[in-house]
């Protein structure tokens, strides 16, 4: 799921020695860095009636990380979940490609390597279909706790099924571009007109899927990302309509070939199938484009919140938001809002920080006004934080917006670590009060006044107290990739999202 946040970075590098065990004494409730297993003590003042209650505890040793640097590069960056799930994908299609080329003896039929390409390209559609993710997500979340925890962290990982939509979307390309290889040769032995449009339909649809996979190499979606959701959108509805003549004239080429009628050759084909389930994830998506009242909630000149009466959301819930829906669109992680009086969930807000030209822009609009949503609801990462008995949530910035929503469900105990500048004054007393809600003790860093943390350091000492299972973190994609390193390193399972999970 794609959250705006606010920090730019975080300083502090791992350091490997060894910390000594130090004492520290601080007074609750305390807003500063956790400081280890505790033991209060209360002690008389000046007064008789006064007392101080306080906090005398022990730092946890940071533990080396584990294996050699080597090891750990390949392991917990270059291997990651995404880049295995697609290189599984791609893979199995080697398999079927190499099966084809054995069968066929080197010249496979081209309605064979049709299916392949239409099968791919369903399975990359569906794994942006929000409904069937949410499904996979309930699938992966539904076991006990008594399962071990080798097992549950990895059906964590769910949220990389992005490495599905990529995987299959890239192996679609490559076979339809054997299919156009092979469709090109049929017309240039039978040049008749349904061959024609054949041929030229397959290479519209080449063209289409190489424009939507240079845009969504990684480096050129994050310097053009506008670019690039204007790119994929309507090359894509433009090789789902040149797709639909494409398979028509197809079946029709496969009647007269083999004397039925092109009904018959359609609902026989699994290309027609395939096209069908495609076409109808994306109406699905589209139908449910909505333009919804939006009333702002202005926290400070950095961030907003924007809440929606139209419906209640239960946690653990994105939603698109834009307010150009052809060319943009915004993803935020929602977190139910509650009737004062009865506690039931009325609506859900969002909260937006300064992150850009379109962040700026709502956050300059406190009036009550319209958005655009689309789609349903969609699970995100912090879902399978039910995967656990205790974890630790951390963020950054905005980042606490995505975990209020999770702070609000109250399934899973946690301990909460949140670094920004100048929290109360950013996000105002009603954010910092839920923070503090869902975990008493939690640790608000303020980095305006201490600095940024040694955020590793921090997070382990919570787990350490906590005996969490694992750690979750919203941030930007730096801090993210050095807690989820610096935890994993140390066999701690740690879950961020850091590009297109």
């Not at 299916?115 to 069937?132: D, P, T």
């Not at 769910?158 to 490559?174: I, M, N, P, Q, R």
Request: proline share 5%; hydrophobic share 40%; aromatic share 12%.
């Amino acid at each position: 799921m794609t959250t705006n946040h606010s920090e730019k970075g975080q300083a502090g590098a791992f350091r490997q020695e060894d910390m000594a065990p130090t004492p520290i004494v601080s007074t609750l409730p305390s807003t500063g860095p956790s400081t280890g297993t505790t033991t209060p003590s209360i002690h008389s003042g000046k007064g008789a009636d006064e007392k101080q209650i306080e906090r005398v505890t022990e730092r946890a040793i940071l533990p080396n990380q584990l294996g050699t640097e080597l090891s750990r590069q390949i392991r917990h960056k270059y291997a990651s979940s995404y880049r295995k799930i697609f290189g599984v994908i791609f893979t199995v299609n080697l398999a079927v490609f190499v099966a084809l080329m054995a069968v066929y003896k080197g010249m496979p039929n081209s309605r064979d390597v049709g299916s392949a390409a239409s099968a791919n390209l369903m399975v990359s559609i569906l794994f942006r279909q929000e409904e069937f993710v949410n499904l996979w997500y309930e699938i992966f979340t539904c076991v006990p706790h008594s399962w071990p925890v080798s097992i549950r962290k990895r059906l964590a990982k769910v949220f990389h099924y992005g490495g599905c939509h990529s995987g299959a979307g890239t192996a679609a390309v490559v076979w339809y571009i054997l299919y156009t290889i092979l469709a090109t040769k049929d017309w240039i032995d039978e040049k008749v007109t349904d061959q024609l449009v054949n041929m030229i339909t397959s290479w519209i649809l080449v063209s289409m899927f190489a424009i939507i996979l240079t845009s969504a190499h990684p480096d050129l979606r994050r310097k053009f990302h506008d670019y690039f959701e204007a790119f994929h959108r309507f090359a894509g509805w433009t090789a789902l309509t040149t797709f639909w003549i494409h398979n028509i004239f197809s079946a029709r080429v496969t009647a007269r070939q083999t004397e039925t009628s092109l009904g018959y050759v359609l609902v026989h084909s699994p290309n027609f199938w395939f096209i069908c389930i495609s076409t109808s994830c994306t109406i699905a998506s589209w139908s449910r484009l909505r333009h919804r009242t939006v009333y702002p909630e202005k926290l400070s000149d950095h961030a907003t919140r924007l809440h929606f009466k139209y419906r209640g959301m239960a946690p653990f819930y994105g939603l698109k938001i834009s307010d150009k829906p052809l060319t943009e669109w915004h993803a935020f992680a929602t977190i139910p809002d509650t009737d004062p009086e009865s506690g039931k969930i009325n609506g859900f807000s969002v909260v937006v920080s300064n992150a850009g030209d379109w962040t700026k822009k709502q956050i300059m609009k406190p009036n009550e006004r319209k958005l655009w949503v689309r789609g349903a609801p969609l699970h995100g990462l912090l879902y399978t934080s039910k995967l656990f008995r205790r974890i630790v949530v951390v963020a950054t910035g905005s980042g606490i917006g995505p975990c209020l929503s999770l702070l609000f469900a109250d399934i899973t105990p946690r301990r909460v670590f949140w670094s920004t500048r100048e929290p109360l004054g950013t996000y105002g007393e009603r954010v910092v009060a839920e923070v503090r809600r869902a975990d008493p003790n939690a640790v608000i860093w303020n980095t305006h006044e201490r600095g940024y943390p040694d955020i590793v350091r921090e997070v382990y000492q919570l787990v350490h107290e906590s005996d969490a299972e694992a750690v979750f973190i919203i941030s930007n994609p730096k801090v993210t990739e050095k807690v989820v390193y610096g935890m994993t390193t140390r066999g701690v399972p740690a879950y961020g999202a850091i590009f297109d999970s």
